[in-house]
T-cell receptor, first 114, second 117 residues
Framework: DGGITQSPKYLFRKEGQNVTLSCEQNLNHDAMYWYRQDPGQGLRLIYYSQIVNDFQKGDIAEGYSVSREKKESFPLTVTSAQKNPTAFYLC?????????????FGPGTRLTVL | AQTVTQSQPEMSVQEAETVTLSCTYDTSESDYYLFWYKQPPSRQMILVIRQEAYKQQNATENRFSVNFQKAAKSFSLKISDSQLGDAAMYFCAYRSWKETSGSRLTFGEGTQLTVNP
């Protein structure tokens, strides 16, 4: 089955520690995205990548970092510089060409910083 | 930058009735794409319906349809014959036609829909 996997589903970390969230897709999509979801604020774009070895900052990139070494993988690191990292994180992917292509989403990772 | 506004944080509907969720957006572009996504309690995001701005005809998908008013920058979602499984958070999203924007989406704040039996 084609799809997007995110791991782990729940993640707990101590304040001041860096943590990496995994995102893998087997849909052969060029573009991948990371969103943060907080109550009452919808989804906000953290980073996105349109092609391997290239990525762009989204609207709330401060305190986060990403890499795109493989087409299938787009890990997100939440660094200690992120002031309020507790949130639900969603990864998505899509075709890169123009048109009505939808973004497909993973099941999400709930990060709690203690 | 584009913005998307959903003015109804919560809505409720009786099973089998019809409900309309509102969405407005702000853009200076003449061509773009609009989407409605559904997020049930499982938190899995699911595409409900999509619309191209240059098409005047409103999109429909079974019980789901949109009322797209380009001049008013409005993109409301109508759910007919509501079912218990329609209970979810609904997000309106905008995507630019510009290649420099990639395929990134701008989301509204969401509307939590409750379906009462």
């Amino acid at each position: 089955d084609g799809g997007i996997t995110q791991s782990p589903k729940y993640l707990f970390r101590k304040e001041g520690q860096n943590v990496t969230l995994s995102c893998e897709q087997n849909l052969n999509h060029d573009a991948m995205y990371w969103y943060r979801q907080d109550p009452g604020q919808g989804l906000r774009l953290i980073y996105y990548s349109q092609i391997v070895n290239d990525f762009q900052k989204g609207d709330i990139a401060e305190g986060y970092s990403v890499s795109r070494e493989k087409k299938e993988s787009f890990p997100l690191t939440v660094t200690s510089a992120q002031k309020n990292p507790t949130a639900f994180y969603l990864c998505a992917s899509s075709l890169q060409d123009r048109g009505l292509n939808e973004q497909f989403f993973g099941p999400g990772t709930r990060l709690t910083v203690l | 930058a584009q913005t998307v506004t959903q003015s109804q944080p919560e809505m409720s509907v009786q099973e089998a009735e019809t409900v309309t969720l509102s969405c407005t957006y702000d853009t200076s572009e003449s061509d773009y794409y609009l989407f409605w996504y559904k997020q049930p309690p499982s938190r899995q995001m699911i595409l409900v319906i999509r619309q191209e701005a240059y098409k005047q005809q409103n999109a429909t998908e079974n019980r789901f349809s949109v009322n797209f008013q380009k001049a008013a920058k409005s993109f409301s979602l109508k759910i007919s014959d509501s079912q218990l499984g329609d209970a979810a958070m609904y997000f309106c999203a905008y995507r630019s036609w510009k290649e420099t924007s990639g395929s990134r989406l701008t989301f509204g704040e969401g509307t939590q829909l409750t379906v009462n039996p």
